[in-house]
């Protein structure tokens, strides 16, 4: 499985004797390494590149690193990231898993800790063949969060990617509607006050009416 090109790391931090420190330890490490001092150019570069694996501080100038790795999972970009926290701060931590971090290390921290939790989280990613879910012409991806409808990506919020995972990881079985909802909020601070209904909805307008079967007075089916 091992790479011919090198591993390509994105670090995202504003504070340039950090942001350096950084660099410095990921070439020694011998990993290709880029950097972005704000959130806009971090944004731009994970969109327009392909990175084995970002490196991001969460108080960023622009845009912050919450927003931006909210807006990642939910354009079902998977690449995995490796959060730094404050130290203490338990919210920012769970905030930052919530928002699809993989892993996350607490500053200030050692350097070797960022290189022992980056490896696992390359050695994670690029190790498994990623197990794809399919009903109809419908695939759904869960390591990389991506749903296709014959072959085209099909873009997804996150609350209904949640909805659809759940479902298609439950293929032939009636799910009903209060196990759905208990999933999709499950991880939640702030509920969206949208019911499992709208979601479905939205997902039968972007991948067909026929995706998820309403079974009447029990909940929602997709086919196997
Ligand atoms: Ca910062």
């Given at each position: ?54 490196v ?20 079902g ?31 200030p ?38 749903v ?8 997804l919020?996150s ?7 759940y479902?298609m ?5 009636v ?12 991880q939640?601070?702030?509920?969206d ?19 998820i ?12």
């Amino acid at each position: 499985m091992g790479y011919k090109r090198p591993v390509r790391i994105l670090v995202v931090e504003d504070e340039p004797a950090l942001s350096d420190q950084l660099a410095r330890a990921l070439a020694g490490a011998g990993y290709a390494v880029e950097a972005a001092a704000d959130g806009e150019r971090a944004d731009l570069a994970v969109r327009a590149e392909s990175y084995d694996a970002v490196v991001l501080d969460l108080g960023l100038p622009r845009i912050d690193g919450l927003t931006l790795l909210r807006g990642w999972r939910e354009s079902g970009l998977g690449v995995p990231v490796l959060v730094l926290t404050a130290r203490g701060s338990w919210h920012e931590t769970v905030e930052g898993i919530d928002s699809g971090a993989d892993d996350y290390v607490a500053k200030p921290f050692r350097m070797e800790e960022v290189l022992a939790r980056l490896r696992g989280l390359i050695r994670r990613a690029s190790g498994q063949p990623s197990p794809v879910l399919r009903s109809g012409d419908v695939a759904l991806d869960p390591r990389l969060a991506r749903v296709t409808r014959s072959g085209v990506p099909v873009k997804l919020t996150s609350h209904e990617f949640r909805v659809l995972s759940y479902l298609m990881h439950h293929r032939g079985r009636v799910v009903s509607q209060g196990e759905l909802t208990e999933h999709i909020y499950a991880q939640d601070f702030e509920r969206d006050s949208n019911t499992v209904e709208v979601f479905v909805a939205r997902l039968r307008r972007k991948l067909g009416a026929s995706i998820i079967e309403t079974v009447r007075g029990l909940g929602y089916r997709v086919a196997p």
